[in-house]
Every structure is written in structure tokens, then in C-alpha cells.
T-cell receptor, first 116, second 114 residues
Framework: AQKVTQAQTEISVVEKEDVTLDCVYE???????LFWYKQPPSGELVFLIRRNSFDEQNEISGRYSWNFQKSTSSFNFTITASQVVDSAVYFC?????????????FGKGTHLIIQP | EAGVAQSPRYKIIEKRQSVAFWCNPI?????LYWYQQILGQGPKLLIQ????????DSQLPKDRFSAERLKGVDSTLKIQPAKLEDSAVYLC????????????FGSGTRLTVV
């Protein structure tokens, strides 16, 4: 069963538009962690945010914001006033350390294209 | 702080050959992970080490893949014999502890099997 679903395979917007990347997860654990990573064309995985299951407070970091809703098992990521440099593949990931191992389960990623 | 080091950066081999990848985690990081990222997909965990012990290798194809982490520091991932479907980027990551503290990824090794 897929544990992290990123239904949007590719999104293309014009620079300065706002864009939201969706992430839906599945877990039976009460303690878990959710992550977002950015993978630019160069290939490295860049950490963006980590959120634990007990903290539903939304977070804003500059142009980035995250909306965590346990009721819908979603952890969505919004970029405000997008820029060309935001073009990348974005991955949502889940860690369930209660099972004795805390390796990440990644979604398939959303390819974000910001057109000038 | 130095990042997670991986080598080689690229590797091209013929099917049925063997190949090995090396990873040196961030100093002091007890937990080390190997992921496989096939083109167009998210990374998939292959194996997790805590110091020099295996915590999770449930997704490691053990008939052809092996990994070790001697002395609890650097690690080697081996494929023998390689298949065409093993073409992927192999990512190493390390973490300070096992409670989702945070993971630092290396730049990866891109393997092409022809």
C-alpha cells in the first residue's frame, strides 16, 4: 500500500504565481514525522521541513508555507510568489520510528516548473 | 561540517558485472541509510544501519545486493550481478539518531547498467 501519495506529477505555473503541492500520507502509528525535500536538476536532496505528528501548527518560512492536517492525513506545501529558482522536483516523505526503523518513505514527487 | 561523501559519482557497467559504492557519513552520525532512486521516482530505502548493525533491510534484494558498515563509520553497497533494472541513483544518507531528527543526503552515485 502506498504510504505517501503525491497525486500531482507535474505542475507548471508562471513566475510570481502561488502554487500548492499536495501530499497525502497513510500510517497507523501515532508518532510519525513528515518531511518535504527539494531535488533540483543537479540531483541533491535538499531538506525543507520536518514536522512531527503532535505538532499541527502550520509553518511559514519566507515564501514557503506548510499546512498539516491530521484529520485529512495531508501535509501540503505552498510556494507564494514563485520564482524560476523554485523549479525542481519536490518530495514528501514519511518516517515511522515506532516500528524500530525510521527510514523515509517517499512519494513519487511533483515536478514543479516555473516559467519566466 | 563536511557532508555525506559518496563515490564514485558515476558508474557504467555491463549487465552481470559487479559494482560497489562507498559512503562516508557525517562524523558522529550513528545511523546510515542507502536509498535507490530510479529515474522519475522517489527514493526507496534499501537498508538502514545503526552503528554497524542492520536495523532494516526489508527492501534490499538480498539475492544480488549486499551492504556492510564495518566499524560503524563508512559503508559499502554492492550489487552482484547487476541487472538492467538496477540503473538508478544510489543515495546515502546519515542521521544523528533514530527518531526522525533529520537526514543529510549525499550527492549520490549514478549507475547505468548496459
Amino acid at each position: 500500500a502506498q504510504k505517501v501519495t503525491q497525486a500531482q506529477t507535474e505542475i507548471s505555473v508562471v513566475e510570481k504565481e502561488d502554487v500548492t503541492l499536495d501530499c497525502v500520507y497513510e500510517t497507523r502509528d501515532t508518532t510519525y514525522y513528515l518531511f518535504w525535500y527539494k531535488q533540483p536538476p543537479s540531483g541533491e536532496l535538499v531538506f525543507l521541513i520536518r514536522r512531527n505528528s503532535f505538532d499541527e501548527q502550520n509553518e511559514i518560512s519566507g515564501r514557503y508555507s506548510w499546512n498539516f492536517q491530521k484529520s485529512t492525513s495531508s501535509f501540503n506545501f505552498t510556494i507564494t510568489a514563485s520564482q524560476v529558482v523554485d523549479s525542481a522536483v519536490y518530495f514528501c516523505a514519511l518516517s515511522e520510528p515506532g516500528r524500530g526503523a525510521d527510514g523515509l518513505t517517499f512519494g513519487k514527487g511533483t515536478h514543479l516548473i516555473i516559467q519566466p | 561540517e563536511a557532508g555525506v561523501a559518496q563515490s564514485p559519482r558515476y558508474k557504467i557497467i555491463e549487465k552481470r558485472q559487479s559494482v560497489a559504492f562507498w559512503c562516508n557519513p557525517i562524523s558522529g552520525h550513528a545511523t546510515l541509510y542507502w536509498y535507490q532512486q530510479i529515474l522519475g521516482q522517489g527514493p526507496k530505502l534499501l537498508i538502514q544501519f545503526q552503528n554497524n548493525g542492520v536495523v532494516d533491510d526489508s527492501q534490499l534484494p538480498k539475492d544480488r545486493f549486499s551492504a556492510e558498515r564495518l566499524k560503524g563509520v563508512d559503508s559499502t553497497l554492492k550489487i552482484q550481478p547487476a541487472k538492467l533494472e538496477d540503473s538508478a541513483v544510489y543515495l546515502c544518507a546519515s542521521s544523528l539518531d533514530r527518531v526522525g531528527y533529520g537526514y543529510t543526503f549525499g550527492s549520490g552515485t549514478r549507475l547505468t547498467v548496459v
